[in-house]
């Protein structure tokens, strides 16, 4: 959530944290802060609001060294504030933390301070991390060995000294942490993004671990103090990826970059050359496929919509039972697991919090475990049996776009094999699912007709979506799309649940989006579109705007070709995409950094 920098090189470290911070933008913050070694003391600059506030304090400051550590705050404990913004330090400025997490003791370790005679700064549970560490000497490296043992909860730290203008210390649990290697220089950062403008090479840290990182190389503890070596990772993503690259916003690029993500995950998860799905393909054990009887998907948020479709395709290609949970609420209802039973975690940063620990209890329980999910060499990839890797690139927007359809085409390319390891056969629908990097491609082009409906939606206050079947789903995900980056109220609805209550909301200022595919529940779907109308309430359709019946029915009609109901939902999503980008847009929101969100939620 909170966004974590530190540097540690030859060259000069405040531009190179700040652009770190800067492609870190996406995760959501209030704050920021930067920590440097200059002149023989630490400095620290924070600022409340936007990245932009503290950079121009930290220029105009003329700070110069080798070695800083910044922060993106999302706050908490305190509220939003520059007093609360990170880094922290003690009352004598030895020890300059960040820290992304929540230390469940803190108040005990508050008390224990102010006894002590500390006075604290601010609200955070944060700062007492910077006066224990102060308060256990001048070397760094043993007094994070000690405190990081006192910590409660989740928490990945980064941390400088005074006396010691070349080293910082890194410590986590829970919260991800990366270590950047470079040639003489390192960087470790909360985020593989803050890292590929300058290097391609880094290591993820494990739970537990405590990194000692000089310029002249990295030395990892584990939990015990023993040191240990973890992989080296080359990450995929290109600089270029996390830029706008001439588009208005990130979330405008990555709707347009569908395409080309779900082209990318499907030629890596059904390759051509093999002829059709299989287990081999997807990097699982045949054998699996054959033992399995239930499938358990789990995720937050959209990728929870993305189980919801997963659900279908499971069932009706896989013909294998399957059942969906909020990953928060998974360990709540005591699962039952075992070697027959594939649980299957998505999550687009492999680091979101609840989804890992839905893994974790899973494979504790006896299950299969598999990771769906965007970042090579992220937790949930090293924690899973196996992994189905998105191609979707970097997604920098908070609102899930690319990633969402690519976790789609994941699932339908898992249905399909687990369908081919049991004997039976989908060549049609493999041969067409294809096709779909070009249907998206078209999907795009209904960018106007969006925005003709968006002119109807900014100003309202509420708004319904409907969907049946594999398109409920959806409904959902249009609709919390539309919240996430609008502020928009929505809430999607299967349409034959509409009668049973939130009919009674419907009048002439309640718009209602419907989905209304050209396939058996089209009919269906009819009638419950007649019941709005009947209500007088505004209604804009996703649908075929050459049947009569809907356009008959609906004030505005988006496009929706008729596709195989499997592919229905990849392509369905585009077109609400779109409608929420251009009802924020017309409501002056930030689409790229909503209020109150984080990109990746690393703590529970």
């Known amino acids: 959530m909170c966004g974590i920098v530190g540097y540690v090189g030859p060259r000069e470290a405040v531009p190179l944290v700040l652009e770190a911070l800067r492609r ?11 920590a440097v070694h200059h002149g023989g003391e630490l400095v620290v600059l924070r600022a409340a609001g936007k990245l932009v506030n503290l950079v121009d304090r930290a220029y105009a400051a003329g700070l110069r060294s080798h070695l800083a550590i910044g922060h993106t705050r999302w706050a908490t ?42 006075v604290f700064a601010s609200d955070t549970d944060s700062e007492v991390i910077a006066h224990l560490l102060a308060r256990e000497g001048g070397d760094l490296v043993a007094a994070a060995r000690r405190v990081r043992h006192r910590l409660r909860g989740q928490c990945a730290v980064v941390a400088i000294h005074r006396d010691n203008d070349g080293c910082l210390v890194a410590f986590r649990n829970g919260p991800p942490l990366v270590v950047g290697i470079g040639d003489g220089e390192h960087v470790v950062a909360s985020d593989p993004a803050a890292v590929v403008a300058l290097t391609d090479r880094c290591l993820h840290l494990e739970d537990g671990d ?30 270029g990826q996390v830029e706008r690259g001439g588009f208005r916003h990130f979330m405008l690029k990555e709707i347009h970059e569908q395409p080309g993500a779900v082209a990318e995950t499907l030629e890596a998860l059904l390759p051509q050359q093999r002829g059709g799905p299989d287990f081999h393909s997807l990097g699982l054990d045949p054998e699996v496929a054959q033992r399995l009887r239930s499938v358990h998907l789990v995720g937050c948020g959209t990728s929870w919509h993305a189980a919801l479709v997963g659900k279908f395709y499971l069932e009706r290609i896989a013909r294998i039972p399957c059942s969906v949970d909020y990953a928060s609420e998974f360990r709540y209802r005591e699962p039952i697991l075992d070697g027959t039973t594939l649980v299957v ?36 990839t090293r924690i899973a049996h196996a992994t189905l890797l998105t191609h979707a690139g970097p997604e920098i927007g908070v609102a899930s776009t690319k990633a969402f359809t690519a976790q789609l085409a994941a699932l339908l390319a898992l249905a399909l094999a687990l369908r081919a390891a049991r004997g039976g056969g989908h060549e049609a629908l493999l041969e067409r699912a294809r096709g779909l990097p070009y249907d998206l491609q078209r999907a795009l082009e209904t960018g106007g007709a969006a925005a003709r409906v968006a002119e109807r939606l900014e100003r309202a206050t509420n708004a319904l979506y409907l969907g049946r079947g594999a398109l409920y789903p959806l409904a959902l995900e249009g609709a919390l799309k539309l919240k996430e980056i609008s502020y928009l109220h929505a809430e999607g609805y299967p349409a034959g649940e509409m009668k049973h209550g939130p009919i009674a909301l419907l009048d002439e200022h309640f718009p209602v989006v419907a989905l209304c595919p050209a396939d058996e529940l089209a009919p269906k779907v009819l009638s419950n579109l007649e019941e709005v109308r009947a209500r007088r309430a505004p209604l804009f359709v996703l649908g075929d705007p050459e049947d009569g019946r809907v356009s008959g029915l609906a004030e505005m009609v988006v496009p929706l070709p008729p596709l195989p109901w499997p592919l229905l939902p990849i392509v369905a999503a585009v077109p ?17 950094q909503p209020r109150n969100l984080a990109k990746s939620v690393t703590v529970e």
Not at 24 to 34: H, K, Q, T, V
Not at 210 to 238: F, H, K, M, N
Not at 349 to 368: H, I, K, P, W
Not at 576 to 592: H, I, S, T
């Open 77 to 118: 404990h305190g509220p939003p504030s520059e007093r609360n913004a990170h880094p922290h330090t003690d009352r004598a400025g030895h020890v300059a933390v960040v820290h992304n997490g929540i230390i469940e003791n803190f108040r005990e370790l508050k008390a224990e301070l102010q006894q002590a005679g500390v």
């Open 210 to 239: 405590l990194a000692v990182v000089t310029s002249g190389g990295v030395t990892i503890l584990d939990a015990t103090d023993t040191p240990v070596q973890r992989p080296l990772v080359v990450l995929d993503w290109e600089p």
């Open 345 to 380: 975690g998505i999550t687009q940063s492999g680091e979101t919090a609840d989804t890992v620990a839905a893994m974790r209890l899973a494979g504790s329980l006896g299950g299969r475990v598999l990771a769906v999910c965007n970042v090579r060499g992220s937790l949930a």
């Open 24 to 34: 870190l933008e996406y995760r959501g913050y209030d704050s920021a802060g930067i």
């Open 576 to 592: 609400l995409q779109l409608l929420a980008y251009e009802v924020a847009v017309r409501r002056g929101c930030d689409v790229d």
